[in-house]
């Protein structure tokens, strides 16, 4: 058994900066699960993330401003009202948010996400944003 010639040769394609054509990425995306193509396009991915990503990971805080009942209910949420996961609205302080944020920060975060319901006033998103970016002290407020 051996790695068939066109995933080779696709994977070359990339290594050597090319872009793939849509039929190229719909053929590695159709390699059969648990083959040695799969894996030999797992690796190529692995070492192309590398690479670009010069060895360092990403990592990522996600803050809740509200945890309460959204009314747009989408079914995969856990927030949709339907749901009941959460009975009250409950908002988090500027406090507990640049709490939440500072740590993450000291933690090693590099990106912090805010998250909200639907309903969230944006103006107040966009004052607790500002709020919150002008005290974090590195690359996670770029």
């Known amino acids: 058994m051996e790695v068939s010639p066109a995933v080779k040769d696709i994977v070359s394609k990339v290594f050597d900066g090319d872009f ?28 192309i993330n590398r690479m670009a990503s010069k060895g360092k ?9 509200n ?10 949420c856990a927030f949709a009202a ?18 939440s944020a500072l740590s993450a ?14 309903d969230y006033p944006l103006p107040k998103y966009v004052e607790i944003s500002k709020e919150v970016r002008s005290k974090l002290k590195g690359s996670s407020k770029n």
């Open 20 to 47: 793939l054509t849509r039929d190229e990425i719909v053929y590695l995306l159709n390699s059969k699960h648990k083959s040695l193509d799969e894996g030999f396009i797992m690796a190529a991915a692995n070492v």
């Open 82 to 99: 339907k749901n009941g996961v959460f009975k009250e609205a409950k908002e988090l302080s500027i406090e507990e948010i640049l709490q």
């Open 67 to 76: 945890l309460s009942p959204c009314p747009n209910n989408c079914s995969f």
């Open 57 to 65: 990971a990403e990592v990522h805080a996600q803050i809740g401003l």
């Open 105 to 118: 920060e000291a933690d090693g975060a590099n990106a912090i996400f805010f998250m909200t319901t639907r």
